[in-house]
């Protein structure tokens, strides 16, 4: 199974980004979709999920400005961030949980906001 994420980069306070992240190889079925992120020195913190068919949810510091949502027919989640601060600054990885459970994580992909 592998994950593909992309979309980071270099962006000015209360700039947007959005994120992809797509799925392949896997041979069953994807159930929760999510985003974890860390920073420089700090542990690796949840942003957002997303169940197959679910409701979204979120970590409280990016509530109201990210958005996750999914598109099944590609195994993809995204990952739209608007409002963006400096603190969000971090490496984002996306995480799938297929049907098992098992869980994978992607490569990660960098996000800097810039005062």
């Known amino acids: 199974v592998q994950l593909q994420a992309s979309g980071g980069g270099l962006v000015q306070t209360g700039g947007s980004l959005r994120l992809s992240c797509a799925v392949s190889?896997?041979?069953?079925?994807?159930?929760?979709m999510g985003w974890y992120r860390q920073a420089p020195g700090n542990k690796r913190e949840l942003v957002g999920t997303?169940?197959?068919?679910?409701?979204?949810i979120y970590a409280n510091s990016v509530k109201g400005r990210f958005t996750i949502s999914r598109d099944n027919a590609k195994n993809t989640v995204y990952l739209q961030m608007n409002s963006l601060k400096p603190e969000d600054t971090a490496v984002y990885y996306c995480?799938?949980?297929?049907?098992?459970?098992?869980?994978?994580w992607g490569q990660g992909t960098q996000v800097t906001v810039s005062s």
């Open positions: 997303i169940g197959n068919g679910g409701t979204p």
């Open positions: 995480w799938v949980v297929l049907t098992g459970p098992v869980s994978y």
């Open positions: 190889g896997s041979r069953f079925s994807i159930n929760v």
